[in-house]
């Protein structure tokens, strides 16, 4: 077989190559005899099916096959012995004018870029502070009062926070539009639940009102058919129910799995929870701030085909996030494409991770993971429990390695960068989770 190479552009290649036609009916052959010793079919005893019978039937499979085994064959070691590193899958193509005596193919593809991170010192990134004292844990607090909220009936017209329980009917040029028409609908006044300009008409209302709006779509609304649209409500008002918060007591406390009810306990236990996650969200916005200077400094060509990759994935993860919240995602149509700008700097980020990883031999040890385990672990009832389930399966455990991995690299990068602290507010802090 021969081969040769030839550059298309900053990663994409091609690589010729010639098989020899004798070589593949040579093994087509070998292939058939091997079948004719163990083939079935009717009419025959095993192993007693005649070469030429077997050939007519399974011909055809076996020499695409044997071709196919063939061209990869090629091609690995074309690769190898360039010493390409292959990104995504190439197309194999054949070509019409083979030399007589050759079957000829094609395979494009690309190749890995060359990562060369330089310099980074002249670069700065930002890491919050963050203490936790009672105002924090008060905040907190107010914040699981308000999960546990109950409603009680109340004879007045509604306030924020209130729940109201309608019925609503949206149409559209007449028509009752697709998920615009509900009955006993309980809402929250001013939770957000709602569109801003429908929630704004629950604001004052009684039991027993009953009122006709138009209300306008955002022109990004999920529902296509409606974004932009102006559309007419009629609702009904059926209950205006008061918000009833919990006290802070032992039984409050025990609501929150403090067996004893000790309402200092409680605050403990949510001091070292906080602490816990304020922790993590540092760790987090560092980690976001420094692969922002990577994404900025480091210029790479990113192949096109890990990119197309990882639009597909990420699709994929928003139609299973549509199934989670109850939508039907053929409903609400995902595209790859509408991905390719954050895939784009995921897949780059990652082969700059990749490379630091190697150069700097980063990888995670045993102790680390044990530790990221641990970690996540102790906000649970059962760590143990936790730890275990982790353990039992080498891809669970596979997800902690790659944080413990990233946290090494974040460390590294840490000394190459300029690390300023900068102190936030807690609301600042929890309300902005930083993401690669």
Not at 330 to 357: C, G, H, M, Y
Request: glycine letters at 6%; aromatic letters at 6%; zero cysteines.
């Amino acid at each position: 077989m021969q081969t040769n190479e030839v550059t298309l552009g900053a990663l994409e290649r091609r690589i010729d190559m010639a098989v020899s036609q004798a070589d593949i009916e040579r093994d087509v052959g070998a292939r058939l005899k091997n079948m004719a010793r163990t083939v079935k079919m009717a009419g025959f005893r095993p192993g007693k099916v005649p070469l030429k019978i077997v050939e007519q039937t399974y011909g055809p499979q076996v020499r695409s096959e044997v071709l196919g085994d063939a061209v990869e064959r090629s091609f690995g070691e074309k690769v190898r012995e360039q010493n390409l590193r292959v990104a995504g899958y190439p197309r194999i193509e054949p070509k019409a004018d083979s030399a007589e005596g050759q079957i000829e193919f094609s395979a494009t593809f690309e190749v890995y870029p060359e990562v060369v991170v330089g310099d980074l010192s002249d670069n700065t990134v930002e890491r919050p502070t963050l203490s936790i004292g009672d105002a924090e844990v008060d905040k907190t607090l107010d914040v699981l009062r308000k999960q546990r909220t109950t409603y009680e009936v109340a004879a007045r017209a509604s306030q924020e926070l209130d729940r109201v329980v309608i019925d609503f009917t949206g149409r559209k040029d007449g028509e009752v539009f697709e998920g615009g028409q509900a009955t006993d609908f309980p809402v929250v006044v001013g939770g957000g639940q709602m569109l801003p300009a429908f929630d704004a008409q629950l604001h004052g209302v009684s039991a027993g009102d009953s009122k006709t709006f138009d209300l306008t779509f955002p022109e990004d609304y999920h529902a296509q058919n409606l974004a932009g649209q102006t559309v007419q409500f009629e609702i009904l008002v059926k209950q205006v129910e008061a918000a009833k918060l919990p006290e802070l007591d032992a039984e409050f406390a025990r609501s929150l799995g403090v067996a004893d009810g000790d309402v200092d306990k409680m605050r403990a236990e949510i001091r070292n929870n906080l602490e816990r996650e304020v922790k993590r969200r540092i760790r987090n916005a560092v980690r976001g701030n420094v692969f922002e200077v990577l994404d900025r400094v480091v210029q790479l060509d990113v192949p096109k085909a890990l990119i197309e990759s990882e639009s597909a994935r990420m699709a994929e993860e928003a139609k299973q996030d549509l199934a989670r919240r109850g939508m039907d995602p053929k409903n609400v149509p995902v595209e790859p494409a509408w991905f390719v700008e954050q895939a784009t700097r995921r897949v780059k980020i990652s082969l700059i991770v990749s490379d630091i990883v190697a150069k700097n031999k980063l990888n995670a040890t045993p102790d680390q993971v044990r530790r990221q385990v641990e970690e996540l672990a102790q906000s649970y009832e059962n760590p143990q429990e936790l730890i275990k389930w982790y353990y039992a399966n080498p891809e669970r455990l596979s997800n902690i390695e790659d944080l413990a991995v990233e946290d090494n690299v974040v460390e590294w990068l840490s000394t190459q960068l300029k690390v300023v602290d900068k102190a936030v507010s807690f609301d600042e802090l929890m309300n902005n989770q930083q993401t690669a």
